[in-house]
């Protein structure tokens, strides 16, 4: 059974910085492309950032603007999603979840965490 974890979330002022974790088991994770999607009250789920199981490849999505980064480390079933300058409207569930490929689509991915919760205050 595929179980994915995420910690970090919290609450931070504007501009600062959060990184956020998944612990993945019950899969290979190595095989395993790995994303970050997320959802604010009242508005749809969006992709954030993926990742191969190599680690060489990613893609993210255009709310990222260059101030966030997804990296993993194989050897600890481990994805990371480090977020810098913060905004308000980056207020959300952050989801972990993962696919057989880097893709920004959600239908994609199989398994899926329950999610971690970021607030970022004006």
């Known amino acids: 059974q595929v179980q994915l974890l995420e910690s970090g979330g919290g609450l931070v002022q504007a501009g600062g910085s959060l990184t956020l974790s998944c612990a993945a088991s019950?899969?290979?994770?190595?095989?395993?492309?790995m994303a970050w999607f997320r959802q604010a009250p009242g508005k749809e789920r969006e992709f954030v950032a993926s990742?191969?199981?190599?680690?060489?490849?990613?893609l993210y999505g255009n709310v990222v603007e260059g101030r966030f980064t997804i990296a993993r480390d194989n050897a600890k079933n481990m994805v990371y999603l480090q977020m810098n300058s913060l905004k308000p409207e980056d207020t959300a569930a952050y989801y972990c979840?993962?696919?057989?490929?880097?893709?920004?689509?959600?239908?994609?991915?199989?398994?899926w965490g329950q999610g971690t919760q970021v607030t970022v205050s004006s």
């Open positions: 979840a993962a696919g057989p490929r880097v893709s920004y689509r959600q239908q994609v991915y199989q398994n």
């Open positions: 019950g899969l290979t994770f190595s095989d395993a492309a």
């Open positions: 990742i191969d199981g190599t680690g060489i490849m990613t």
